[in-house]
């Protein structure tokens, strides 16, 4: 129990008693001044019950709330198009070859942040308590290690409303425990909205920005097939299966707060955000 809400439960109680003791028949002024103090000491007593600012994490003597910022990177990568040699399965990733084609990249994930502080905030975006990422497009995967090194979060503009984040995105997409996509240092940037309370820093509501990278060669992924993709060879333009340089990744950046998922988090660590099935929590 936190100290401070059982001496205000003390100290509303006593109100209410001086309050009765004080006349027998009270005015009608003095009877909304008890009724609205009566108010007060349900709302405090449910406060001890159930936890004011309720646990975001393990159990700590003094609660602390929960931020969750939902991430998406929504884009462009590539795929493969199957031809004539794509007998290569996903067990055995060593042959085969598929020429490359441009393709639809999102990746989705979000980070919970257990009580960020004004004067730490960038490093409390770089320490997140909990953090989950995984791919939907071109193919659904987990990326178990997905995390962001933030390079800088600042509250900016003319009102002290506007803000400015820029970091590195780094993950490996797993399709089977043989076929991964590594994913180093994406770096994205952009701005976004500060919410202030009280003449500091409160949450962030959103960011929106760019990214793009140049991540090692892409993957054709279909029932048990997995092919790594290639280019064209300039001078025959077949497709040249000897190599399979980097490809691209580019698209828009956001990060929005997600006030539901925020609220759940705080009154119970269990709650976490949705993500699915296949998708990996990293507990931090």
């Known amino acids: ?106 990746i989705e994930g979000w980070i919970v942040l257990c009580d960020p502080a004004c004067g730490t905030l960038l490093d409390s975006f770089n320490a997140p308590n909990f953090q989950a990422f995984w791919q939907t497009k071109p193919y659904k995967a987990d990326i178990p290690d997905g995390a962001i090194a933030w390079d800088l979060v600042n509250i900016i503009g003319k009102k002290a409303k506007d803000a400015e984040a820029a970091g590195k995105f780094t993950g490996t997409v797993t399709y089977t425990e043989q076929v991964t996509w590594a994913l180093a240092d994406v770096q994205f940037a952009g701005f976004g909205k500060s919410v202030n309370k009280g003449g500091a820093w409160a949450r962030f509501s959103s960011f929106s920005g760019n990214f793009a990278n140049a991540p090692v060669a892409s993957w054709y992924i279909k029932k048990d097939v997995c092919e790594q993709t290639h280019p064209y060879d300039p001078c025959t333009l077949t497709v040249n299966c000897d190599e399979a340089p980097n490809t691209v990744a580019f698209g828009k950046w956001a990060m929005k707060y997600d006030s539901a998922a925020s609220k759940k988090m705080s009154k119970n660590s269990a709650n976490l955000p949705s993500h699915p099935s296949y998708a990996t929590v990293q507990a931090l």
Not at 2 to 12: G, Q
Not at 47 to 67: L, N, R, S
């Open 1 to 106: 129990m936190n100290l401070s809400e059982h001496d205000r439960v003390i100290t509303v109680a006593r109100g209410i008693e001086e309050d009765e003791e004080g006349s027998n028949k009270p005015d009608l002024k003095k009877r909304k001044q008890t009724k609205m103090k009566k108010l007060m000491l349900a709302a405090a007593v449910a406060a001890v019950a159930t936890g004011a600012f309720a646990i975001c994490g393990d159990p700590v003597d003094t609660p602390t709330g929960a931020q969750v910022y939902r991430i998406t990177f929504s884009g462009k990568t590539t795929t493969g198009k199957p031809g004539a040699d794509t007998a290569n399965l996903c067990g055995d990733p060593t042959e085969g070859c598929v020429v490359r084609i441009p393709a639809k990249l999102k």
